[in-house]
């Protein structure tokens, strides 16, 4: 078991002129379980790949506990890789499989039985050592994965996507089975996906990527609450964000924003922060759960409630999502049930200010 210190870390390609990750640095704590989450080409897998040894570090350093790993081979590293596609021996059983690396290490026959035992009581596999993985589901093939890495009881356990090629319901049940054996091994895991389902459910801590650098580095409610910038903002819950353009103006002593189509009170708190922005540019940003039909909500008034036209319905048997939109804007709200209007139908929708996000529009990092 080890921390993970990634100092400078890049990775560049054509002489340089192009990189895949850029200037990266974290520190991943002892036993926690870190997750890389972004979109397909962030960088996310390449970093994964440069701690497992698998992908060569153009400049930077990476430290397993006290040990500076960049220049080490990754047989030497002491970690331990789960892939996307199990990377099974089709011939071998799943005994053989989680006895292979052992054996390559010249652990004796019976420690090599003690260990695969224990880690197929931990991952309930016990009753498939003598199947072949063409024997197996999908499901049943990621547990003998990552029993395979178990077995060598690593400092630090790396996944790569690892849940991607199983159908919904297994992915929920392989989410909380890795949630549980971590809390069981309290190890180090880095996590990759670009699922942000994933990444809020399994992370201690989420680093969300984008373009080869991290944007954010910060437990997941914190990231859900306080996004660094538009992109996080963007990415990280479902729905997405919503975003509107327009200006900040103010009257009589308060603040408002100014869509065009609609304008709506600005919260008292977020007065300091706005000021500077006052008949200027700026991204407002409400999830949709921030959204009400105003027929069912405690907040409404004059000066939070919008009109706006229903575009689309979609139901999601708990909640219905509802498409809205002005002359302008585009937006989702997360209702009840029971709550369907008709397409093409007026409505009036609530804001709830109190949870609104504004991001500067040049750099479209966060104002408040």
Request: with cysteine.
């Amino acid at each position: 078991m080890a921390h993970v210190s990634l100092k400078n870390l890049y990775k560049t390609w054509n002489n340089g002129d192009t990189y895949t990750v850029k200037n990266l640095s974290l520190d991943i704590k002892d036993k926690e379980f870190c997750v890389f989450v972004g979109p397909s080409g962030c960088g996310k897998s390449t970093t994964l790949r440069m701690i497992a040894g698998l992908e060569t570090v153009s400049s930077g350093t990476i430290a397993i506990g006290s040990r500076v790993v960049s220049e080490i081979p990754a047989k030497d590293r002491n970690i331990a890789m789960v892939f996307q596609n199990y990377a099974l021996y089709p011939h071998m059983s799943v005994y053989e499989n989680m006895a292979f690396a052992l054996k390559l290490r010249n652990y004796s026959k019976a420690e090599i039985d003690k260990r695969i035992k224990e880690a197929s009581v931990i991952l309930s596999i016990e009753h498939l050592l003598d199947r072949k993985p063409k024997a197996l589901s999908g499901g049943e093939r990621q547990r003998v994965a990552v029993g395979r890495a178990i077995v060598r009881k690593p400092d630090v356990f790396l996944f790569d996507e690892p849940l991607s090629n199983l159908d919904a319901k297994m992915r929920v049940q392989m989410r909380t089975e890795l949630f549980k054996l971590h809390q069981r091994l309290q190890t180090t895991m880095i996590y990759v996906t670009h699922d942000q389902v994933e990444a809020m459910t399994l992370g201690s801590r989420i680093a969300v990527m984008n373009k080869g650098e991290v944007q954010q580095f910060a437990e997941p409610l914190n990231i859900y609450d306080y996004p660094a910038n538009k992109f996080v903002a963007g990415f990280i819950g479902s729905p997405a964000m919503n975003f509107m353009e327009g200006m900040i103006v103010s009257k009589a002593n308060k603040l408002y924003f100014d869509e065009g189509d609609f304008k709506v009170k600005i919260d008292e708190k977020m007065y300091d922060a706005l000021k500077p922005y006052v008949n200027k540019e700026i991204i407002f940003g409400v999830r949709p759960e921030g959204v009400y039909d105003r027929l069912f909500a405690t907040n409404a008034s004059p000066e939070n409630t919008v009109r706006v036209v229903c575009d689309v319905v979609e139901a999601m048997g708990s909640a219905n999502h509802i498409f809205l939109k002005t002359k302008k804007s585009t937006f989702v709200a997360i209702v009840d049930a029971h709550d369907r209007p008709t397409i093409g139908e007026y409505l009036e929708v609530v804001f709830d200010m109190t949870r609104a996000h504004f991001f500067d529009k040049d750099t479209e990092v966060t104002v408040i």
